[in-house]
């Protein structure tokens, strides 16, 4: 390595060069040969002092703030898809206050070695713990105990061969969620216990009296982890007004599809986060959908028509509600009625119900041609360091005007606290480079740093967010446009 400290060394350089040449016969070639080699090495090494060559890389860095680097993860074989995820939890700080805020809670609930009973709480909250260590020397460390634990949970998930990493934080969230699960003990059947693994689920008001209100706190504080959040899905019939149905559940990645061009093999340029979220949440025609109180409309207009006895079917269909048990279609005089499902304007929308401590975004770019052969969307999509969700916060859609005004009295301090927390900070982003199914995953990851800047006599310590770019146990700083530039594939959001 070459340390460059003044004129003095650059002089002590030119004088070794010249040395190197002889004088011969042929003197006034070599001496033009050295003569241009002496200004090629001076011209360079002005320009390292210039600065100019920052990124080449080729010297030890001498400055302060290039030193600290954090440690590197690994490779156990083909595992770069986990290591990338266990590099961007370390950077999620509500996930490391869960692990650490589980694991003090058991010991008053579980007796016997905390470690035997939580082998992957215990492993993956010392792994990140490790990873969160800022040095000034170069370390690897080894995710061999979070891969042995997370190993008994996902027997069906081979951690040695080339995988998604999407997939794999969903395995390990549920392989937490399972372990984690012998915390909660109510002491009595309930609703939130009866709905503990389900995917799917509907609102629910807890208990009534302290024991409903402690165990609906006790199912939010181990169940209910940093990146859970409750989706919900609305279908509407826009002809007769009716909310078909609406239902939620729970989610751990929100699977984004980008804008693609005509052809739909690459990403559209300019394509933004904030455009998938939009493309994602958006209302859609439902084409071919049987709306029953459509239908039921229809029926007693046709009746009406044809003169049919009101005492029994115009009667029935009035009294009916409309479901879709109902036997009114039976009728005599209703089988020759003309009807298409194209007569109702049936629309689905999603909606964000709950908005995650921890936002991840996944950014589907595996995608598959007419032959049904898959391959890659490739092309950037630009993604905000702070993202604004306030434009995507959830409304009362499906209610009447009612029910809506009674939701927003009876909601009203929840929602004006969720309004205020609607800004998430980025905190990693999982890059994949390859084809589909194969190829190799390295991460950029955010750490704040403590530094000390001197004021006059005063010193004062504050903290400096720093990016990393990890390739496995290889480590380097990177600025925040070497981050906004990269092209995606798993974006980390904590809320702010």
């Known amino acids: 390595m070459v340390s460059l400290r003044g004129s003095s060394d650059t002089r002590a350089i030119v004088c070794i060069l010249t040395d190197k040449f002889k004088v011969s016969n042929n003197w006034v070639s070599h001496l033009s040969l050295a003569t241009t080699t002496i200004l090629g090495v001076a011209g360079f090494i002005f320009a390292l002092k210039d600065g100019r060559f920052r990124n080449l890389k080729l010297f030890s860095a001498s400055e302060k703030d290039d030193a600290f680097l954090v440690p590197g993860l690994q490779n156990l074989g083909n595992n770069c898809f986990l290591n990338v995820i266990l590099q961007a939890l370390a950077s999620c700080k509500d996930f490391r206050s869960f692990l650490e805020w589980v694991i003090e809670d058991a ?3 579980v007796t016997g070695e905390m470690d035997q009973h939580f082998p992957l709480t215990f492993a993956l909250s010392a792994l990140l713990q490790e990873l969160c260590t800022v040095g000034r020397r170069r370390s690897v460390s080894n995710p061999r105990e979070v891969m042995l634990a997370l190993t008994d949970y996902a027997r069906n998930f ?6 998604d990493a999407a997939e794999a934080l969903l395995h390990l969230i549920s392989s937490l969620q399972q372990e984690i699960v012998f915390c909660y003990r109510p002491l009595q059947s309930s609703n939130l216990s009866d709905i503990l693994f389900s995917r799917n689920l509907r609102m629910l008001a807890p208990s009534e009296g302290l024991h409903g209100l402690m165990e609906l706190k006790r199912w939010h504080k181990h169940l209910r982890g940093p990146f859970d959040g409750i989706l919900g899905s609305t279908l509407m019939c826009r002809t007769c007004s009716s909310q078909i149905s609406l239902e939620f559940q729970f989610f751990h ?17 300019g394509c933004t986060l904030e455009n998938c979220l939009k493309k994602f949440l958006d209302t859609e025609k439902v084409e071919n959908f049987f709306c029953h109180r459509c239908w039921h409309g229809a029926a007693l207009k046709y009746l009406s028509v044809i003169g049919a006895p009101e005492v ?3 009667e029935k269909l ?5 479901d879709d048990q109902c036997d009114c279609k039976t009728s005599h005089f209703l089988e020759r009625m003309p009807w298409s499902n194209s007569y109702s304007h049936i629309l689905k929308q999603l909606i964000i119900s709950r908005f995650p401590k921890l936002l991840c975004i996944q950014v589907q770019r595996a995608s598959f041609n007419m032959y049904g052969e898959s391959y890659k969307l490739t092309g950037h999509i630009a993604f905000p360091l702070v993202l604004d969700l306030s434009l995507f916060a959830p409304s009362p859609i499906g209610l009447n005007k009612v029910e809506g005004i009674q939701m927003s009295s009876k909601y009203q301090k929840a929602e004006a606290s969720r309004n205020s927390d609607n800004l998430y900070r980025l905190v990693t982003v999982v890059e994949h480079f390859g084809i589909t199914g194969s190829g190799h ?4 990851r955010s750490v704040r740093v403590a530094s000390q800047e001197e004021e006059e006599e005063e010193e004062e310590e504050c903290e400096e967010l720093r990016w990393f770019s990890i390739s496995d146990s290889e480590v380097s700083r990177v600025s925040e446009s070497d ?6 594939s798993l974006l980390f959001y904590e809320r702010v």
């Open 107 to 109: 010991r008053d609930t």
């Open 158 to 163: 081979n951690l040695t061969s080339q995988q």
């Open 253 to 269: 990645t929100l699977p984004l599809s980008p804008l693609l061009h005509s052809g739909g093999s690459n990403i559209m340029f």
């Open 312 to 314: 029994t079917d115009i």
């Open 318 to 322: 009035r009294n009916c509600g409309g």
């Open 441 to 444: 995953y390295t991460v950029y």
């Open 483 to 488: 981050v906004l530039g990269a092209e995606a």
